[in-house]
Structure formats: C-alpha cells, structure tokens
C-alpha cells in the first residue's frame, strides 16, 4: 500500500513564499509522476501542477503559472511545490497525488494514490 506523506503548509501573508513536500512511503518516488491539486470547500478540486516520470516534464496550472514551480530531488523520492508571490485566492487545502502512468495527467481520475491534504493559507 503507498501511502502519500505531505508537508510544508501554513499561514503566510500575500505576496509570501511556501514549500510543500511529498513523498510516497511504501514504493520508490521514482515509480510515479505526481501532481498537486488543491480544493476550497465547496468548489471542485482544481490541477495545480505535475511531474512526469518518463522525462521529467512539468505542466502548470494557468494561475499558477510564473509563480509555482514543481520540482523532484535527485533520488525522485520528494517532490515539491515551490510557491511564490501567493494571493489570498491560493488559499486551499493542497493534495499530492501520485499516477502509475509514466506521463502525469491533469485530472483527479489519472491519479491512483492521495495524500491527505495540508493547509494553506494566504492572509491579505
């Protein structure tokens, strides 16, 4: 069973700066593309940004773009979501996802294992 493990949300200010980290517990990060998604209560779960396994591609969300970045360590193990310039409309609970298949998607469904969410937090 793999399990999701994230880290790195919080309350930061507009304009402030934070980094989440996933990792898979149970199988190597290297044998997933991930992706992060992020959801406020009562709105659909929104594709923020994802890494594929086969090449190393990256694809962002067009209200993200130029302010996040996704990245992986040299091990493929963690995978992160560098956010900067963050508006208070960032705010959500952010999720990691990991996908079998070796070009990460953008929807939910591509996705065959989730984290549990963290907070974030943007104060205007």
């Known amino acids: 069973q793999v399990q999701l493990v994230e880290s790195g949300g919080g309350l930061v200010q507009a304009g402030g700066s934070l980094r989440l980290s996933c990792a898979p517990s149970?199988?190597?990060?290297?044998?997933?593309?991930m992706g992060w998604f992020r959801q406020v209560p009562g709105k659909e779960r929104e594709f923020v940004a994802s890494?594929?396994?086969?090449?190393?591609?990256?694809y962002l969300a067009h209200s993200v773009k130029g302010r996040f970045t996704i990245s992986r360590d040299n091990a493929d193990h963690w995978v992160y979501l560098q956010m900067n310039s963050l508006k208070p409309e960032d705010t959500a609970v952010y999720y990691c996802a990991a996908d079998n298949r070796p070009f990460a998607g953008t929807e939910g469904i591509d996705y065959d294992y989730w984290g549990e969410g963290t907070q974030v937090t943007v104060s205007s």
């Open positions: 149970g199988r190597s990060g290297s044998g997933f593309s």
């Open positions: 890494i594929s396994r086969r090449d190393g591609s990256t």
